[in-house]
């Protein structure tokens, strides 16, 4: 059974035509890669997975390991979909403590080692409204995964990234793979969907051509 199979999925926002029958499945255990051009529909493909949107039509079945009763977002998973809504006031600790305390799953120590796997100083007091554009995204990805979530799906996680930091969120993701993890990220650099993804997904014509 796939983990996420969506079925003849339509999606229109007053007249633009996003989706119209798009249909792609994605496994367990596997990186998928979703590449398109601006404006074509990634963000919205993941807000509707993750049950932010509902498509106009055609259904999303999920696991229902990952399902939950209460609520439509569905259980264990980990995203980075646009702008989080950082307190600015806050360090990037107290931000991602505010987290951590919605469901207590994980320590103070569990967050400060996130931080630095991904690249931050937990330590660092600075306001999140003064970090740069690198910063924030890393403390986004430290958000998508700080709960050892098992599915994440990734929206552009490599933005405002230098080299090293791209290299190293490289290398955690394939590890992440090799744990078992099921990860699904869009990235208009090409060379980071290939060197990542077993399967690819362009979006095209409003459908999901699988490329490989
Ligand atoms: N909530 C919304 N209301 C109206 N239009 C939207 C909304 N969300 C996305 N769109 C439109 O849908 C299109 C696809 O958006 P998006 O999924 O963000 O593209 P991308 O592939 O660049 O991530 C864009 O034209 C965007 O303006
Ligand atoms: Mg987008």
């Given at each position: 059974?796939?983990?996420i199979?969506?079925?003849?999925?339509?999606?229109?926002?007053?007249?633009?035509?996003?989706?119209?029958?798009?249909?792609?499945?994605?496994?367990?255990g596997?990186?998928?890669?979703?590449?398109?051009?601006?404006?074509?529909?990634?963000?919205?493909?993941?807000?509707?997975?993750c049950?932010?949107?509902?498509?106009?039509?055609?259904?999303?079945?999920?696991?229902?390991?990952?399902?939950?009763?209460?609520t439509?977002?569905p259980?264990n998973?980990?995203?980075?979909?646009?702008?989080?809504?950082?307190?600015?006031?806050?360090?990037?600790?107290?931000?991602?403590?505010?987290?951590?305390?919605?469901?207590?799953?994980?320590?103070?120590?569990?967050?400060?080692?996130?931080?630095?796997?991904?690249?931050?100083?937990?330590?660092?007091?600075?306001?999140?409204?003064?970090y740069?554009?690198?910063?924030?995204?890393?403390?986004a990805?430290?958000?998508?995964?700080?709960?050892?979530?098992?599915?994440?799906?990734?929206?552009e996680?490599?933005?405002?990234?230098?080299?090293?930091s791209?290299?190293?969120?490289?290398?955690?993701?394939?590890?992440?793979?090799?744990?078992?993890?099921?990860?699904?990220?869009?990235?208009?650099?090409?060379?980071?969907?290939?060197?990542?993804?077993?399967?690819?997904?362009?979006?095209?014509?409003?459908?999901?051509?699988?490329?490989?």
């Amino acid at each position: 059974m796939s983990l996420i199979r969506l079925e003849k999925i339509s999606k229109s926002f007053r007249g633009n035509l996003l989706f119209e029958q798009a249909a792609a499945s994605f496994d367990s255990g596997r990186i998928y890669g979703i590449i398109g051009h601006n404006g074509s529909g990634k963000s919205v493909l993941f807000k509707m997975i993750c049950g932010f949107m509902r498509p106009d039509g055609g259904t999303i079945e999920m696991d229902p390991k990952y399902r939950t009763k209460r609520t439509t977002f569905p259980k264990n998973f980990g995203i980075i979909i646009d702008r989080p809504g950082y307190i600015p006031s806050k360090s990037g600790f107290e931000n991602l403590k505010k987290l951590a305390d919605i469901q207590r799953l994980i320590t103070d120590q569990d967050i400060k080692e996130v931080m630095r796997r991904v690249g931050l100083d937990p330590e660092l007091k600075q306001k999140v409204k003064n970090y740069s554009l690198g910063m924030k995204q890393k403390l986004a990805i430290a958000q998508a995964i700080m709960e050892n979530q098992e599915v994440l799906l990734l929206d552009e996680p490599f933005n405002g990234l230098d080299q090293d930091s791209i290299t190293n969120i490289r290398q955690m993701l394939l590890d992440f793979k090799k744990a078992g993890k099921t990860i699904l990220l869009t990235s208009h650099n090409k060379e980071d969907i290939d060197l990542l993804s077993d399967h690819v997904y362009q979006i095209n014509q409003r459908k999901l051509e699988q490329l490989y």
